[in-house]
């Protein structure tokens, strides 16, 4: 039987706006885990062809340890650090929750699989692995306590304001990559005696773009998805609730992304009188990512300044890094998600729509102190864990099973057969000269 407005009961009512929304945050879910997808491949296209297999095995690992960790310790930790009590996923009873905890538990895998591209090559798979667990246990659940669970951090009346995780995901994420490269030390080869760089390129510019695109594609589900609530249910009927305003976030992520993508191509042209295509690939993310924390509240000339500012900072932010920190970031996961999450949280004030911010110094300095917090947390933490690994000789491979490959050394296969028996190529890998371009070998 099909009701009319008028024969809708208060009751009717209620049960149509949460199956509404419940739709809609599991069709949005469903697109942000699809990110992972973007992110194999983004981070297989810039590792070496002798590595691909290890890139995509810790992918694989990252949700699958984390997102079941995270149903069973980390949902609660986020809630007793937001003072709710120690509230894990298992003990929900209602739909509502049980959805609220995969929409939680796709941006809580999001943050821990940007790690694998900055530890990419060297990293054994067990201490990836435990870091991953920890992370989703505890690391990740105390910065979504300390905010959005709990929203503990303001100054002088202003709240921060981090809209869809552009500091509490990817910052998060960009810093404890950086933090485990760091201690991890480069790869083999990376630097040379006397501190110059060599340059490692990815085996596949193709598997890289392919990556950008599906992430970027995904990303409507992060920032359009987080305006939850389609509608919300008043004594008066039924009224949009975060659809409210979809449309500006819509809009502000779109040209971010595209800022983001000219910022980083304009700035390497500049630099080098080349347009690289990685970093136009890398820079239409840094867009993304610097737009994350507040594409609800940017005016539509803000979006263009974040996104253009996140993308141009990516070639400068990586070369001090790579050259001036000697820091190997294979996958460039700070400059794309650290430091454009902290410029873009940090623009907030500056770029909102009028009467979002009440006083912007305050604003600011709420915001600063957000970054640091996080940032703090994230650094002492990812640092004791990797040290800890490293003290015991768990956290990087062997050199020899570096200069093998970790496809061979860590998983017993070659991701591309074809290419592995006598012959060293550049990338690392081997070549059979016996190959025909056919498929088939010849007989000897």
Not at 35 to 58: C, D, I, P, W, Y
Not at 305 to 329: C, H, M, T, W, Y
Not at 407 to 424: M, R
Request: glycine letters at 14%; charged letters at 10%; one cysteine or more.
């Amino acid at each position: 039987m099909v009701l009319s407005p008028l024969q809708a009961t208060p009751e009717t009512l209620e049960t149509l706006v949460t199956g509404v929304n419940l739709l809609w945050v599991l069709v949005v879910t469903f697109l942000i885990f699809f990110m992972h997808a973007g992110f194999a491949m983004l981070e297989a296209g810039q590792v070496r062809s002798k590595n691909v297999a290890n890139q995509l095995t810790k992918n694989l690992l990252t949700w699958s340890v984390g997102v079941a960790v995270f149903f069973l310790i980390g949902a609660g930790v986020s809630s007793l650090v937001g003072g709710s009590g120690f509230s894990p996923a298992f003990a929900a009873e209602s739909a509502n929750d049980w959805v609220g905890w995969l929409f939680g538990a796709v941006f809580a895998m999001t943050a821990a699989t940007i790690v694998s591209g900055a530890v990419a090559g060297r990293a054994k798979l067990r201490a990836y692995v435990i870091y991953t667990f920890l992370l989703a246990a505890v690391i990740y659940p105390v910065v979504t306590g300390i905010t959005w669970a709990g929203g503990y951090i303001a100054f002088g009346g202003e709240p921060y304001h981090d809209f869809a995780g552009g500091m509490i995901v990817h910052g998060m994420g960009g810093i404890a990559g950086l933090t485990a490269a760091y201690v991890l030390g480069p790869r083999m080869g990376r630097y040379n005696e006397d501190g110059s760089v060599n340059v490692i390129p990815g085996h596949s510019l193709t598997f890289a773009v392919l990556g950008t695109l599906v992430l970027a594609f995904g990303w409507y589900g992060f920032n359009v998805g987080t305006a939850a609530s389609v509608f919300v249910f008043t004594d008066g009927g039924i009224e949009l609730g975060a659809f409210s305003y979809v449309g500006r976030v819509a809009m502000t992520t779109t040209i971010a992304m595209a800022c983001g993508a000219m910022g980083a191509g304009l700035v390497a042209w500049a630099k080098t009188g080349k347009v690289d295509t990685l970093y136009v690939a890398n820079g239409l993310l840094a867009g993304l990512v610097g737009i994350t924390a507040i594409p609800d509240s940017t005016t539509w000339w803000g979006a263009f300044v974040v996104g253009g500012l996140a993308g141009a900072q990516l070639p400068i932010v990586f070369s001090f890094i790579e050259k001036r920190l000697k820091i190997d970031d294979v996958c460039a996961v700070f400059p794309v998600h650290g430091s454009a999450g902290v410029l873009g949280a940090l623009l907030f004030p500056f770029v909102a729509t009028p009467g979002t911010v009440g006083s912007v110094v305050n604003a600011f300095i709420a915001q600063v102190i957000l970054v640091a917090v996080i940032a703090g947390w994230t650094i002492l933490s990812t640092g004791l864990i990797w040290y800890a690994l490293k003290a015991v000789g768990q956290a990087r491979v062997t050199p020899e099973h570096e200069q093998e490959g970790l496809d061979v050394s860590e998983h017993g296969v070659e991701t591309y057969p074809e290419f592995g028996s006598d012959g060293v190529v550049a990338d690392g890998g081997t070549v059979n000269d016996t190959v025909r371009t056919d498929g088939g070998v010849d007989d000897e």
